[in-house]
Nanobody, 114 residues
Framework: VQLVESGGGLVQSGGSLRPSCAVSGFAVSTYATSWVRQVPGKERELLTTILSSTKTGHVDSAKGRATISRDDAKTMIYLQIINLKPEDTADYYC?????????WGQGTQVTVST
C-alpha cells in the first residue's frame, strides 16, 4: 500500500489549491480514504472522507471549503480547498483504512499567506 501526496504550495489568502494523492497497492474504490491535516505542534485534524460508496463527510471547519473526490481509473484522491485562510496552513495527508489499519502518505505542505 502506498500513498503519495503532491500539489501543496504557497497561496494567498482567499485562493485555492487542489492537492492530490496517488495510491497503489489497493483498490481505491473499495476502501474509505481521507484527507487529514496537521499544524506543527498540534494534533492531526480529519478534514474529509470519501467512502467506497462515494458518499463523503466533512468536519465543520472544512465544510463548504474542502471537497474530496476520487478518480478510480487513475487511482487518485483529490482535495479541492477554496477560500483558503492563514489558519489552513498545515501539512496535508491522505490516508486509507484497510482491515483496521491506517496507511499514510508523506504529506504535502500548504502555506497560506495574508
Amino acid at each position: 500500500v502506498q500513498l503519495v501526496e503532491s500539489g501543496g504550495g504557497l497561496v494567498q489568502s482567499g485562493g485555492s489549491l487542489r492537492p492530490s494523492c496517488a495510491v497503489s497497492g489497493f483498490a481505491v474504490s473499495t476502501y474509505a480514504t481521507s484527507w487529514v491535516r496537521q499544524v506543527p505542534g498540534k494534533e492531526r485534524e480529519l478534514l474529509t472522507t470519501i467512502l467506497s460508496s462515494t458518499k463523503t463527510g466533512h468536519v465543520d471547519s472544512a465544510k463548504g471549503r474542502a471537497t474530496i473526490s476520487r478518480d478510480d481509473a487513475k487511482t487518485m484522491i483529490y482535495l479541492q480547498i477554496i477560500n483558503l485562510k492563514p489558519e489552513d496552513t498545515a501539512d496535508y495527508y491522505c490516508n486509507v483504512l484497510i482491515s483496521g489499519d491506517f496507511y499514510w502518505g508523506q504529506g504535502t505542505q500548504v502555506t497560506v499567506s495574508t
